[in-house]
């Protein structure tokens, strides 16, 4: 199968959605707001246009991935600005084809000539830990409540790009979803239903549950 790589356009927005629609729905959640969050991202001013891409099988958009600017806030209190990849999608009829790799590796090399430090995001362990992700925990990087989450993942763009960038990681406060307005956005898509209690669901609440508090030497 011929799959090609490039930049998302202003005509594309709408398939996008539907492609985050279809690959998240009833995933983690009862139906799910990916779709919604794509339409809004879009305009933030974190928004990095230059990795906003998606891949193209059978003259349709089958996969998709975007990033948005972030940063970790190191203990002695210094900034470092850093990547969230996220949302990566891909239709449930053409996974387990290696497209989110190749969206994966191909926007990796490009953050990297773009001068970014690292990516980081919040996913599966069993899937990110083989496609250059490697724990946060490593790094001694937690989430901004202070604390380990073993869905939290770093890929360092460079060698030692990460070097005494030990702290808490913030991503853009537009990941937090307002759900009436998701629900809201939904309508305007055709009907599909919301079911509970999938099996990546249950696992999504197993992986939720892998946090622990942060200890400082000084807490020792």
Known sequence: MDIKLRLEQPEDYREVEEVAREAFWNFYAPGCDEHYLLHIMRSSPNFVKGLDFVAVADRKIVGIVVFLKSFILTDDGCKYEVLSMGPIAVLPQYQRMGIGRMLIAHTRKIAAEMGYRAILLCGEPRYYSKVGFEAAEHFNIRTS????????????????????????????????????????????????????????????????????????????
């Open 145 to 220: 409540e202070d604390k380990y989450f073993a869905a939290l993942h770093v890929c360092p763009l460079y060698p030692d790009a990460l070097a005494g960038v030990s702290g808490r990681y913030y991503e853009d406060v537009i990941y937090n979803i307002d759900s009436d307005k998701a629900k809201e956005f939904d309508k305007l898509f055709p009907r599909k239903e919301r079911i509970e209690g999938t099996s990546s669901q249950k696992r999504f609440e197993e992986v939720l549950a892998m946090q622990k508090n942060y200890k400082s030497s000084s807490d020792k």
